[in-house]
């Protein structure tokens, strides 16, 4: 037996079906909107303690309210109710009591004054007989615009609800402008935000102007969600903008006003956002934030589905424009606390990809004490479909079609079915969900699910669900679950008659669960007044917290029990602390950024990889800044040396006595200042006392050969100055990626081992690596293949040296992307490679430490993380297969991954046919290649390619069995949230305690850049065996790319980090 079954619609009498059928002067050809459907909203509207059902539908007069009559049977009560809706258009709806007597309002929004639509928002007051009144002009609500959904809540904390009116632009959407016009007004398009003064004037009145709403035809309004996400008392505004335009997070200013706030803290958002819900899905007091979008799960649709913009066109919108980075699939927001920042984690939590979504609900359907999440889904057509875009762009080219001014049955027909399933998640209460839609009964109902509501309709102590789908009767699910639950109602003591705004906590040994009562979720869409809670196991919680919206506040610790529950605001009192329950998180290392001086900024020069290279996975060129640590002068503080992109000079950064830095430029050395500087290390080459310094260059913008890869060397002159020495060293014209330091010879002097990364113009051929032998007199030799052969290695983007198997003789440790972990065991001064199996990754970093402290060295390496659209693991590994498929001299590097152990090409027929113009000849079609393997879409070319993999995506620990062996533990999942660069080991902490950097911008837009990762604490405890989190420091954000420690004045250790285009951070 499923979890939900679908209700007989004879059973429950719900026979409401929104129709939508085209017809001339409104259809998906004329209104963009025309297939988002209708809303459905839940609560007990006569207060006899059943809930009660209100739907909205596209067409005059169809809108219907059920009355709950018990056991799931209902009766249709909207001719004598009075609430059939007398508007053109009817989208979202909402129930509150706006009156404030104790009854259900319902509010409905909808389109008009376009389209030849007429109507206004609706305001249904309950008479408390089961009939009611439309009074929106009465109170001033009567707004008649493009209105997609409308929220009540009390923003000003005065003790009455508010009213904000989410609107939709009625613009093109491909009309792209500056963001500087968000300050223009649209009557029609703009977001309304309503004082309520009813108990003063009568009425609502319109702040918008002077409350930092925006109010411009910018806005694609689709989704609205109220929280307190900064946890400081006052409820702030997330509102999902369609297309191009951001999401908006306005956060409340405590004096009636907002003020939006996004990029501050958030990565980025989804493309396509629809609805959008809060709540906290991972039980860490902190409410997150997911919207949805339009990412088909399946191979074959996501093959025809036009998504994520041309990578030049959108750097141009993101740079000329002033949008932030959007990208087409649900976005799942996880608060890092207090709202500082959010690390987007759709991807790595199991929810990115549920077709065209519309309405997500977090609640907890299985009652496990976990929140579930339930995400409706479908169109009626699918107007994205490539080769229906195809099929216009050639009719118009054709018949000179205007698709504006004249309705064309046949373009409409050539649209494909876009029918979809709604999406059941059962959540872990950690990190994410899995999809189980099949084993809780939703996975064959296939149809077009828009607004939906949840809310136990039988008083059994479970969660249902009823969907307002297009063209098809309501659909009711009845939750058959076991475990136990309560359901806890709010009574207010003021206007705000059922608490709406309220927090309630619920703690026991194990865990605390957490909801604020907002009934405004989904999508066009509400749910009753009532929190519900499962309790695992008939587990009880100790206690109850209720922080009500005006900052009194009760704890419960007796008469708790099952089922129903009511609390009373007139119970509490005193004033809540926020700020002392919601303390910042204890960061083991300070951000003293503001307190040091220091005069440099990393500037990455303005080279796409891409442009050269398009089928490559993603960019070579953003890899630093690296850095490296000496007391170059011997005053006792250490200094360091950064690693510049191009174009900007060699820079030593000297610490003086106060504790700020003074750059030291110095000379230019052949073609220093044009290098891409990738890593350095300070060492005494001359045994002269004194550190010289080796500077790696790389990047991908040189061809093999070019001057500006040469390395180079700088020599101390002994009084904190250096001299150029390029003479000493080998002439080694690549790009490469990492320096290491060792004495393989033991003869006393520093011998360096040299990685080697790409060639630019052939990504994906193993590269060879070099060992440069000092002669003591820092004069350096390439080492001959007799004592290390490290041609062809790969490519390498990371090396170390440690004595591995404890013989006394230091080993070459080496990490790649598409590389197995190899290692160089030194033999007596030659070196025997040998590789740990089943190891190959994309693998970014590795640091050489003891994790357990068993005297045998172990590995931390740093890889491209779960976070991400690549796979790789149980389902088979990632690969990358390389070749010049169509002979025009060049290579192509084709990214599959494997699904049902078959492989499917990472990126689609067009990013494919930029490079390949041969598939553009041989498929005509999208859906001619839309689900099938690699090998169909490549047929006879298929052959003779250079094969190569990634078994885990894992960031990891290879820990040493002391016997030639290592085992593989992952990091915690808090690790997994993007491609880590750089771990530090932490000082005066225990000795197996560490924090990791990373993030990653440099992919196309279908891939996403990786945002994710704060700073991360995290250990190995030898008890458990295991790692541990330990925390993260959430606000800081950027691409890390290394961190070291020096020393300071004294004595005492500084720790700097570095990230790529952006500027140093200091911690102490």
């Not at 970093?845 to 991400?868: K, R, S, Y």
């Not at 494919?912 to 290649?929: D, F, I, Q, S, T």
């Amino acid at each position: 037996q499923t979890l939900f079954s679908k209700i007989n619609p004879i059973t429950s009498n719900i026979s409401f079906t929104n129709e939508l059928k085209e017809k001339d002067g409104i259809s998906i050809l004329y209104y963009l909107y025309y297939y988002n459907g209708g809303g459905v909203a839940t609560g007990d509207i006569n207060n006899d303690g059943l809930i009660d059902i209100y739907f909205t539908a596209n067409s005059t007069g169809k809108n219907k309210l059920y009355l709950n009559k018990g056991d799931f049977k209902f009766e249709d009560i909207t001719d004598k109710s009075g609430v059939k809706g007398i508007s053109d258009w009817c989208s979202g709806v909402t129930m509150a009591d706006v009156n404030a007597d104790g009854y259900l309002d319902i509010y409905v929004s909808t389109v008009s004054n376009k389209y030849g639509l007429k109507g206004h928002n609706e305001l249904y007051i309950n008479n408390k007989n089961g009939t009611f009144t439309e009074e929106s002009s009465k109170y001033g609500l009567n707004t008649a615009c493009f209105s997609t959904q409308s929220v009540f809540f009390d923003y000003d904390l005065d003790g009455d609800l508010d009213c904000y009116i989410l609107n939709q632009s009625h613009k093109p959407h491909a009309n792209i402008v500056n963001i500087s016009n968000r300050a223009n007004y649209d009557s029609l398009s703009g977001d309304r935000l309503f004082r309520n003064d009813v108990a003063t004037t009568g009425k609502f009145t319109d702040v918008t102007a002077a409350s930092g709403i925006y109010q411009s035809n910018l806005g694609y309004g689709l989704g609205i969600s109220i929280g307190d996400l900064n946890n400081d008392g006052w409820d702030d505004i997330y509102i999902g903008n369609d297309f191009h335009e951001n999401d908006y997070y306005y956060v409340n200013q405590q004096n009636g006003t907002f003020k939006e706030v996004g990029a501050d803290h958030f990565g980025h958002y989804s493309r396509f956002s629809m609805g959008n819900d809060i709540a906290d899905y991972n039980n860490d007091g902190q409410l997150d934030v997911i919207t949805v979008d339009m990412l088909p799960p399946d191979e074959k649709t996501l093959k025809t589905y036009g998504s994520d913009e041309n990578p030049d066109i959108y750097k141009v919108k993101l740079e000329r424009n002033g949008y932030q980075k959007q990208y087409s699939r649900n976005s799942l927001h996880k608060n890092n606390g207090n709202g500082v920042t959010f690390s987007e984690v759709g991807l790595m939590g199991g929810v990115s990809a549920t077709d065209w979504s519309w309405a997500p609900l977090f609640a907890d359907f299985d009652n496990d004490g976990n929140k579930d999440l339930f995400i409706s889904s479908g169109i009626v057509k699918r107007p994205v479909d490539l080769d229906y875009v195809q099929f216009v762009s050639d009719m118009k080219s054709n018949k000179g079609l205007d698709i504006t001014d004249k309705f064309d049955q046949e373009v409409i027909d050539k649209m494909p079915d876009g029918s979809s399933h709604p999406f059941m998640f059962k959540g872990d209460g950690l990190h994410g969900f899995t999809d189980v839609s099949k084993e809780w009964g939703t996975a064959n109902m296939k149809g077009y699910y828009t607004g939906a509501s949840y809310a136990d309709f039988n008083n059994d102590g479970k969660l249902d669900v009823i969907i307002n789908p297009i063209n098809e009767k309501a659909v009711l699910l009845k939750n058959t679950s076991t475990d136990s639950s309560m359901a806890i109602s709010l009574k207010g003591n003021t206007a705000n008659t059922f608490g709406i705004g309220a927090k309630v906590y619920l703690f026991n040994q194990s865990k605390t669960q957490y909801q604020q009562l907002m009934l405004t979720r989904g999508f066009q869409s509400s749910t009753a007044p009532e929190l519900h809670f499962g309790l695992p196991n008939g587990q009880l919680p100790d206690s109850i917290l209720v922080v009500w919206p005006n900052n009194t506040f009760q704890l419960i610790k007796q008469n708790i029990g099952f089922g129903k529950m009511q609390i009373q605001q007139d119970d509490a009192k005193g004033a809540f602390n926020f700020s002392s329950f919601f303390q910042s998180s204890k960061n083991l290392l300070t951000n003293i950024s503001k307190d040091v001086l220091v005069n440099w900024v990393h500037q990455e020069n303005d080279f796409i990889d891409h442009n050269r290279q398009y089928l490559i996975p993603h960019q070579l060129s953003s890899r630093g800044p690296k850095i490296a640590v000496a007391d170059i002068n011997k005053d006792g503080l250490e200094d360091f040396f950064v690693c510049g992109a191009s174009e900007q000079p060699n820079t030593i950064l000297v610490q003086q006595a106060n504790g700020n830095f003074e750059k030291m430029i110095l000379p230019n050395s052949g073609m220093s200042l044009h290098a891409e500087k990738v890593d350095a290390v300070f060492f005494d080459a001359n045994l002269d006392g004194y550190q010289d310094l080796y500077i790696v260059s790389g990047g991908n913008q040189y061809d093999n050969g070019n001057p500006a890869l040469l390395d180079h060397f700088y020599l101390s002159n002994g009084k904190g100055g250096f001299v150029p020495s390029d003479h000493l060293i080998p002439k080694l014209a690549f790009n490469k990626s990492s320096v290491t330091t060792i004495d393989f010879d033991k003869d006393g002097d520093t011998d360096l081992f040299i990685t080697g990364l790409a060639d630019a113009a052939k990504y994906g051929i193993a590269q060879s690596s070099y060992l440069l032998v000092n002669n003591g007199k820092a004069l350096f030799t390439v080492a001959p293949n007799s004592i290390i052969n490290a041609d062809n290695l790969g490519m390498a983007t990371s090396s170390t040296s440690a004595d591995v198997n404890n013989d006394g003789w230091s080993d070459l440790i080496i990490a790649g992307e598409w590389m197995k972990i190899t290692l160089f065991q030194n033999q007596k001064g030659k070196f025997k490679k040998v590789t740990i199996p089943n190891s190959s990754g994309l693998w970014q970093t590795i640091v050489q430490t003891d994790v357990n402290n068993d005297g045998w060295i172990d590995f931390l390496v740093g890889n491209w993380g779960h976070n991400t659209k690549l796979s790789a693991g149980k389902n088979g590994p990632l690969k990358l297969y390389v070749k010049d498929f169509d002979n025009n001299g060049s290579l192509e590097q084709v990214m599959c991954y494997t699904i049902n152990n078959n492989e499917y090409t990472f990126l689609g027929k067009d990013e494919l046919e930029r490079a390949l113009p041969v598939l553009k000849k041989a498929y005509l079609k999208y859906g001619e290649v839309a689900g099938k393997t690699v090998q169909y879409m490549f047929y006879d070319l298929f052959k003779d390619y250079i094969e190569l993999d990634a078994v885990t995506l894992s960031s990891v620990c290879f820990i040493n069995n002391g016997k030639g062996g290592f085992k593989m533990f992952d990091l915690p999942k808090e690790l997994q949230m993007a491609p880590i660069y750089s771990f530090t080991k932490m000082m005066n902490q225990k000795s197996n305690g560490f924090v990791a950097f990373g993030n990653f911008f440099g992919v196309i837009p279908y891939e996403g850049q990786y945002d994710a990762l704060q700073p991360t604490y995290f250990n190995f405890n030898q008890q458990q065996n295991k790692f541990l989190f330990e925390g993260i420091i959430p606000d800081l954000r950027g691409e890390f790319r290394d961190a070291k420690w020096l020393c300071n004045r004294d004595n005492k250790k500084l720790l700097v980090a570095t990230r790529n285009n952006n500027t140093l951070v200091f911690f102490e």
